[in-house]
């Protein structure tokens, strides 16, 4: 190669790299898109309140995009310049692991940014199962094997990986009937299709005072002020038991990392105004805003737990 085309090599290189730089010195410029799933879940109501939020600090318009269940793998495909988010659950790094050939690995794909919020499971059954609490619970479903059905929604998420956890851990023979989704879960619950499911606390306490369904423990390792006088399915005969839902942003791999911690300082400063801190509260969510670097080894933790489980679709 000769002088002029090293030349023109490093000009080229040069105006990529300045052209990088002011980018990212200039983020964002343009309307920022956070992708959710279906419109009305925990990870839509999580994007649209930190979406106004977000517009005023930075300075741009910032929607929610509500795509289903193509919403991880369109992110995953997007441009990594951080302007097409997703805010997901648990399936967002688990689905893989339970469905092997998904079109996406969560720590191949995504560049996390932070699990903005977290809610606890809660174990409820329908009103005529002849329980008063966990204990009793084990006990039906030991002396009835393979009779007693629980609901779970999406792969993947805190209903599903709840019931699996719980089967292997008390050694419970109880089978899972899948639904579309939580909503449709609790629905057959307290039409009594199934005897009882792990749905997200804040969905399902509603319901719990309204007497429509009966709330066995909260999955939490604490108890949780936001469920008062409900206690843990861990203090309550199985020991060590925790599921919870988070709900998370990422942008997709190779973002760089200075966008990704703009971002992450932006949400968390909106979470915890607080407006979005009261409302989340009143929804029965707690705000987490972890690092990027916490909310990577939380991913990592959590997919090797599932592994251990061998659930497998």
């Not at 929607?63 to 995953?76: H, K, L, Q, T």
């Not at 469905?99 to 996406?104: A, N, Q």
């Not at 995504?110 to 084990?138: C, E, G, Q």
């Not at 992450?264 to 400063?269: D, G, K, P």
């Amino acid at each position: 190669m000769n002088s002029g085309h090293l030349a023109a090599c490093a000009a080229a290189a040069l105006a990529l790299f300045t052209g990088t730089a002011q980018s990212q010195e200039n983020y964002p410029s343009k309307v920022i898109r956070i992708v959710a799933p279906a419109t009305g879940g925990g990870s839509d109501v999580v994007g649209r309140m930190l979406a106004p939020g977000l517009s005023a600090q930075l300075g741009q318009q910032v929607i929610v995009d509500n795509r289903g269940a193509i919403a991880s793998e369109i992110v995953a495909k997007s441009p990594p310049d951080g302007y097409t988010l997703l805010v997901n659950g648990s399936p967002m790094w688990l689905l893989p692991v339970v469905r092997p050939g998904s079109p996406w690995d969560a720590t191949r794909d995504f560049a996390p940014i932070t699990i903005a919020v977290s809610s606890p499971s809660m174990l409820v059954v329908h009103p005529s199962v002849p329980v008063k609490n966990v204990r009793d619970l084990i006990a039906l479903a030991k002396r009835n094997p393979g009779k007693l059905n629980y609901a779970a929604g999406t792969l993947g998420a805190a209903p599903h990986l709840a019931g699996e956890l719980f089967k292997a851990m008390t050694g419970v023979n109880v089978v899972r009937v899948p639904y579309k989704g939580s909503g449709p879960g609790l629905l057959g619950v307290m039409t009594g299709e199934v005897e009882f499911m792990f749905p997200g606390a804040a969905s399902a306490w509603s319901y719990v005072k309204q007497g429509k369904l009966k709330g066995l423990a909260i999955c939490s390792a604490q108890p949780s002020a936001l469920f008062p006088g409900v206690p843990t399915v861990a203090e309550s005969g199985v020991p060590g038991y925790e599921s919870v839902s988070p709900q998370a942003l990422v942008a997709p791999a190779k973002t760089p990392a200075a966008i990704v911690n703009r971002l992450h300082q932006e949400i968390v400063r909106v979470l915890n105004s607080p407006e979005v801190k009261e409302r989340l509260h009143n929804g029965g969510m707690e705000v987490v805003g972890n690092t990027p670097e916490q909310f990577a080894q939380a991913m990592r933790t959590d997919i090797t737990r599932v592994r251990k489980l061998g659930i497998h679709e």
